[in-house]
């Protein structure tokens, strides 16, 4: 059956196994530049205020949300959502998250290309996510009881993960560019300088990895299953 070939095994757990090293890597990185405070004793909140303001944006709100590492832009109600460590913490790991929050809110008021071709695509890949989620289980099934049907199964599977794997590698640009303006603004406005820099700057490199390995893993997966098809059509 295919949901138990041994390769799909191999690269589901290399993966895995990275994606712990990268995301465990991250969470010590924001506790350790946690423990720095920002010398003006600004919040996330302010840091992510006045980035907005600076760059004329009026019409977005900074709110606080539960969770770790739950910092997010919305863009349907425009609202830049910081994690409660984030809001209210005033250290270095707060202003690079709240700083890079506001680059996606700086990223839809100039509607940064590849933002706007993400959020196209969100509703597509949740639609394909939803659909490769039962296709697993039909390609298991159709390995057991139905071989003939597999290569239509994973015809239909590899265009969702194509859809999905095209949504992973849009997102690279989307994260790096968010990033890159606010250690922009972050070295002009001297909220962060030297030492605190590059350590926002750290920061927010393994914050970028967490979707690079995703990007890789989704790759990945498309190939193989590519690969599959194109075995089973020479059988």
């Known amino acids: 059956m295919m949901y138990y070939d041994p390769i799909l095994l191999l690269i589901s757990v290399v993966l895995m196994i990275v994606g712990l090293i990268v995301s465990?890597?991250?969470?010590?990185?924001?506790?350790?530049?946690?423990?720095?405070?920002?010398?003006?004793?600004?919040?996330?909140?302010?840091?992510?205020?006045?980035?907005?303001?600076?760059?004329?944006?009026?019409?977005?709100?900074?709110?606080?949300?539960?969770?770790?590492l739950t910092d997010h832009y919305n863009p349907v109600n425009k609202t830049v959502n910081l994690s409660p460590h984030v809001y209210y913490g005033k250290h270095i790991s707060a202003a690079a998250v709240a700083a890079h929050e506001c680059g996606h809110a700086i990223q839809h008021a100039t509607a940064y290309n590849m933002l706007m071709l993400r959020s196209q695509l969100v509703p597509v890949v949740q639609i394909s996510s939803t659909l490769m989620n039962v296709l697993v289980i039909g390609l298991a099934f159709a390995g057991a009881m139905l071989p003939q049907m597999l290569n239509t199964f994973l015809l239909i599977f590899i265009i969702g993960q194509s859809l999905v794997t095209l949504f992973s590698l849009i997102t690279l640009p989307v994260e790096i560019d968010a990033s890159k303006r606010a250690l922009?603004?972050?070295?002009?406005?001297?909220?962060?300088?030297?030492?605190?820099?590059?350590?926002?700057?750290d920061a927010l490199k393994w914050a970028a990895y967490t979707y690079i390995v995703a990007a890789i893993g989704s790759v990945a997966t498309l190939l193989y299953y590519i690969w599959r098809y194109t075995q089973n059509n020479r059988e």
């Open 24 to 68: 465990s890597t991250l969470k010590r990185k924001f506790y350790e530049y946690s423990m720095d405070p920002l010398p003006n004793g600004m919040s996330g909140k302010d840091v992510a205020e006045k980035m907005l303001k600076e760059n004329g944006i009026y019409d977005v709100k900074v709110i606080s949300v539960e969770g770790e």
């Open 184 to 201: 922009n603004w972050l070295n002009q406005t001297s909220i962060l300088y030297g030492e605190q820099y590059n350590k926002a700057k």
